[in-house]
């Protein structure tokens, strides 16, 4: 049963999958070549400096794509649920429908892990050639907030397309626009550190909207 | 625990509004027993897709209680989920999946499943296991729900307006597949269709309805005795709810 519905979800998503990692990686190695004509054109000193002393990622194009990657898989997974209230079809699947709804989006989670860590991947990796270790680590603790950032704008999007009420919808994107800036207000490196913990505790609980929206489309508050 | 006896369905002093707007019903009570067939019948709007929501869980009811197998709709259990053959109105399957997929995955959620009982209607379309569901016709695509129904195997069917968007030729097609499959095999069915003349020698019982009222609740056989030889359901019909 698990099995088939990871299937069922791996055949609505899997083209918004490869289209965002592509992207994602395409964006990074990108950020990685702008590094590294800086280096050509100023040396490598130069780019110390800047990352040192200006708070500097080099990674501050690809900040946004794990959000637009996470609403983009959101919407894949969800929106063809929500088409002619096919809902309905997978409701009535003899499986607890908690359950259902955690392992859906379990499925879109880890893909969005896939993309993003293929993103970190390219990022740190390059990073590592060179800048020391510490400066590498620095600039993936700064970037991380953008990848939680992905996963909430993820729930966020599953949440928006489950909501059947179009009142609710537009709560919900409010309050989405409203939890995503807080991804994107301090600049500076590791500035989220001590405040990660808690984004991530609050992404994680954001399933429960989700929940919510199918409740609601159960009871027939959608009708 | 329900009993061999007790009917598959039962419903209850049902009465169900338009939000806080217009009756659609009130008091509505019936039984579906084990192996016959009722359709519910009426024209659009009269409330037959909100019964089907209804029994299936996806609508609460104003007032009045519905029991599936002897449990009450809104604690229904995965396993009584199980027994259930569902067709939603229009034919609504996953439409990104192909024929092939698409029967690997029910087949992973019912014990009972019958791929042969499937394929074979799969195979009169001549569609090729690799085709996807969306690619096809409406025609197709109600074979396609149909052979998902009789692989399943269920105990009971509940078929939401399986006429809408069909061809005469496909109606009489899934009428004649479904009218044999259930008397072969001793299923229940609740069925509703606002087309009456494929009906006619499919159901057992009838419950009619008309805008807020329930014209009509009986057999068939009965409705039809107290109308001269000849006179067909739909006849019956228009002459209860009036001309469309």
Redesign the interface.
């Known amino acids: 049963?698990i099995?088939?519905i990871i299937?069922?979800e791996w055949?609505?998503t899997r083209l918004a999958f490869f289209v965002t990692l592509a992207v994602s990686l395409l964006f990074s190695a990108y950020a990685a070549l702008r590094i590294n004509r800086l280096i050509a054109l100023k040396g490598v000193d130069h780019l110390w400096l800047i990352v040192l002393l200006k708070d500097n990622t080099f990674a501050d194009m690809i900040q946004m794509l794990p959000l637009l990657t996470g609403l983009v898989l959101g919407v894949a997974q969800m929106a063809?649920e929500m088409s002619?209230?096919?809902l309905?079809?997978t409701?009535?699947?003899?499986?607890?429908q908690t359950k259902l709804l955690m392992l859906m989006l379990a499925v879109g989670v880890a893909e969005a892990l896939v993309v993003f860590a293929g993103q970190a991947a390219v990022i740190g990796i390059y990073d590592l050639t060179v800048m020391p270790a510490p400066m590498v680590a620095s600039i993936m603790l700064t970037t991380l907030p953008w990848f939680v950032a992905g996963f909430a704008a993820y729930l966020f999007a599953c949440a928006i397309c489950l909501e059947a009420s179009w009142r609710r919808r537009v709560g919900l994107g409010l309050l989405a626009a409203a939890m995503l800036a807080m991804f994107y207000s301090q600049p500076a490196l590791e500035a989220y550190n001590s405040f990660l913990p808690i984004l991530l505790i609050a992404t994680a609980s954001l399933a429960i909207l989700s929940a919510g929206s199918m409740i609601r489309?159960?009871?027939?508050l959608s009708? | 625990m329900h009993t061999d006896t007790e009917p598959i369905i039962s419903v209850r002093n049902l009465t169900q509004r338009y939000g806080k707007g217009r009756v659609i019903y009130s008091d509505l009570s019936f039984d579906v027993p084990k192996g016959r067939i009722l359709g519910l019948l009426g024209k659009n709007g009269t409330g037959k897709t909100t019964t089907i929501n209804i029994l299936m869980g996806y609508l609460r009811p104003q007032s009045g209680e519905c029991r599936i197998f002897g449990e009450p709709i809104t604690e229904m259990q995965p396993a009584t989920r199980a027994r259930i053959a569902l067709l939603i109105e229009g034919h609504v399957q996953y439409s990104f999946m192909t024929i092939s997929q698409i029967e690997k995955f029910y087949s992973a959620f019912y014990p009972k499943w019958n791929r042969d009982a499937y394929y074979g209607l799969m195979e009169k379309m001549h569609v090729s296991p690799g085709q996807k569901i969306s690619t096809m016709s409406c025609g197709q695509r109600s074979q396609v729900a149909l052979g998902l129904i009789l692989a399943q195997n269920a105990d009971l069917l509940v078929l939401d307006d399986f006429s809408l968007g069909l061809d005469p030729g496909y109606r009489r097609l899934f009428v004649e597949y479904m009218r044999d499959y259930v008397k072969a095999e001793g299923k229940t069915v609740f069925m509703t269709s606002h087309i009456i003349q494929d009906l006619e020698r499919l159901i057992d019982d009838c419950i009619i309805l008309d805008y807020g009222r329930i014209l009509t609740q009986q057999p068939v056989a009965e409705l039809m005795k107290g109308y001269p030889q000849g006179t067909t359901l739909e006849d019956v019909f228009i002459e209860l709810t009036g001309k469309y």
């Open positions: 049963m099995k088939a299937n069922k055949y609505k063809p002619h209230k096919r309905k079809l409701m009535h699947l003899p499986v607890p489309f159960k009871e027939g009708e």
